[in-house]
């Protein structure tokens, strides 16, 4: 998966880069460094279980 995939998951899924550095842990500036070069699979990894916790975390408050 690329950085455009991991883009456009999150413009469907409505998840913005802010949300994407809270859950990092992170500035939301620096993740937006951080998707100038493609990330590496470490990366890639961390920012994925991010957005799966994001959504996760949308569906219990919506319960």
């Known amino acids: 998966m690329r950085n455009s995939d991991i883009k456009l998951t999150m413009k469907k899924q409505k998840i913005y880069f802010w949300m994407l550095a809270d859950q990092l842990g992170c500035h939301e500036n620096s993740v ?6 493609e990330l590496t699979d470490e990366q890639k990894r961390n920012v994925l279980q991010a957005i799966d916790r994001i959504q996760l975390q949308r569906k219990e408050s919506c319960q």
């Not at 937006?32 to 070069?37: A, E, I, L, N």
């Open 32 to 37: 937006y460094k951080m998707f100038r070069y």
